[in-house]
């Protein structure tokens, strides 16, 4: 039985250090699998919006600063392709 | 996302949000956001924010219309949005296109599909879009500029 336990064991490190092998070479190096668990696994559980769902509305400030505007003033007339992200 | 908005502007509005760093020197910062100089903190203050957004607008020459996120998030809350995302809203104010989260599930080919749908297949060479009813959308052209940049995908998709 002992040497069940250890072939068991053996295999689950086994399967463990591959995985975490296939995902520095996914993610480029151990840091970036760090920074995938850290930062990006989390907000993948965050709720999404379906098709056919009202689309949220948001206050947002121009590129000047000062000035705000909602999101909705700029829907009504024709469709609206609203792209997020950032520079980085 | 440049040559789609270049393509369709005269049948639908763009909008670019500017939400929360992806890939900050302080958080998850990427080998390629050294080699290319994109190198940000995350920004603690609003001002810091809008100033790397004017970054981004002028270093990159970025075209489209741009609003950007406040301090409390509240857009990449609501729209699900860090660190990209793509959406089209209709005329009734209601989600007609719900793209996948990025880097991976980012695809601006997605939209382009949906405004060739909506509007006939547009490309710079042609100045007015032909009816959807004649076939097949036109696929899109090899690179597009997406406001995130990802080790995969550099500056220009």
Same mark, same amino acid.
């Given at each position: 039985? =002992?040497?069940?336990?250890?072939?068991?064991?053996? =295999?689950?490190?086994?399967?463990?250090?591959?995985?975490?092998?296939?995902?520095?070479?996914?993610?480029? =190096?151990?840091? !970036? /699998?760090?920074?995938?668990?850290?930062?990006?696994?989390?907000?993948?559980?965050?709720?999404?919006?379906? /098709?056919?769902?009202?689309?949220? !509305?948001?206050?947002?400030?121009?590129?000047?600063?000062?000035?705000?505007?909602?999101?909705?003033?700029?829907?009504?007339?024709?469709?609206? /392709? /609203?792209?997020?992200?950032?520079?980085? | 996302? *440049?040559?789609?908005?270049?393509?369709?502007?005269?049948?639908?509005?763009?909008?670019?949000?500017?939400?929360?760093?992806?890939?900050?020197?302080?958080?998850?910062?990427?080998? +390629?956001?050294?080699?290319?100089? *994109?190198?940000?903190?995350?920004?603690?203050?609003?001002?810091? $924010? *809008?100033?790397?957004?004017?970054?981004?607008?002028?270093?990159?020459?970025?075209?489209?219309?741009?609003? @950007?996120?406040?301090?409390?998030?509240?857009?990449?809350?609501?729209?699900?949005?860090?660190?990209?995302?793509?959406?089209? @809203?209709?005329?009734?104010?209601? @989600?007609?296109?719900?793209?996948?989260?990025?880097?991976?599930?980012?695809?601006?080919?997605?939209? $382009?599909?949906?405004?060739?749908?909506?509007?006939?297949? *547009? %490309?710079?060479?042609?100045?007015?879009?032909?009816?959807?009813?004649?076939?097949?959308?036109?696929?899109?052209?090899?690179?597009? %500029? +997406?406001?995130? $940049?990802?080790?995969?995908?550099?500056?220009?998709?």
């Amino acid at each position: 039985m =002992s040497r069940f336990w250890k072939w068991a064991f053996g =295999s689950f490190a086994a399967i463990l250090i591959l995985a975490f092998a296939g995902l520095c070479y996914m993610a480029g =190096s151990p840091k !970036d /699998v760090y920074g995938m668990v850290r930062y990006a696994f989390p907000h993948m559980h965050r709720g999404k919006l379906r /098709v056919g769902a009202d689309a949220p !509305d948001v206050r947002l400030l121009a590129l000047d600063g000062s000035n705000h505007f909602h999101l909705r003033e700029r829907t009504g007339a024709r469709p609206l /392709v /609203v792209i997020f992200g950032s520079y980085t | 996302m *440049v040559k789609i908005y270049n393509d369709y502007k005269d049948h639908a509005d763009f909008l670019t949000v500017y939400v929360r760093e992806a890939h900050p020197t302080d958080e998850w910062q990427m080998k +390629s956001n050294v080699k290319e100089d *994109v190198c940000y903190a995350q920004p603690k203050t609003l001002e810091q $924010r *809008v100033a790397i957004a004017n970054d981004f607008v002028q270093r990159q020459k970025y075209p489209l219309p741009f609003g @950007i996120d406040d301090m409390s998030n509240a857009a990449d809350l609501a729209y699900s949005a860090w660190p990209e995302r793509l959406y089209v @809203i209709d005329e009734h104010g209601r @989600i007609a296109y719900a793209g996948g989260m990025g880097p991976f599930n980012y695809d601006p080919k997605e939209v $382009r599909a949906w405004l060739a749908k909506r509007f006939g297949p *547009v %490309t710079q060479s042609t100045s007015t879009a032909t009816p959807a009813a004649s076939g097949s959308a036109t696929t899109a052209p090899a690179t597009e %500029t +997406s406001v995130t $940049r990802t080790p995969a995908s550099p500056a220009t998709r």
